[in-house]
Nanobody, 121 residues
Framework: QVQLVESGGGLVQPGGSLRLTCAAS????????MAWYRQAPGKGRELVAV???????DYLDSVKGRFTISRDDAKNTMFLQMNGLKPEDTAVYYC???????????????WGEGTLVTVSS
């Protein structure tokens, strides 16, 4: 199993910044890709940013230029630096990873419980 724990959410003013952290833990796992999703009240979950094993990244159009996804493989940690936050960014942000347990099994998808980001004056 892989456990994912998000942290860093909170209340920020429009135009403010926030850095989300996702820490992965478990036994004998190898992470392939990691991603941040978000879900606003009454809306579906959407992909915000993804980072692959080679460090390649992709972003939701509405956050390009404002959000930066990164990972620290030595610490099994992923980050989402959010700058220029807007009220529309208000949502629960979820960490997701595609990882392999051991070396003889296929990859599986794991989710964190989410951290709330509220952008309001």
């Amino acid at each position: 199993q892989v456990q994912l724990v998000e942290s860093g959410g909170g209340l920020v003013q429009p135009g403010g910044s926030l850095r989300l952290t996702c820490a992965a833990s478990g036994s004998s796992f190898s992470i392939n890709s990691m991603a941040w999703y978000r879900q606003a009240p009454g809306k579906g979950r959407e992909l915000v940013a993804v980072i692959g094993s080679a460090g390649n990244t992709d972003y939701l159009d509405s956050v390009k230029g404002r959000f930066t996804i990164s990972r620290d493989d030595a610490k099994n940690t992923m980050f989402l630096q959010m700058n220029g936050l807007k009220p529309e960014d208000t949502a629960v942000y979820y960490c997701q990873t595609v990882a392999r347990i051991g070396v003889l099994y296929g990859y599986s998808t794991f989710w964190g419980e989410g951290t709330l980001v509220t952008v309001s004056s």
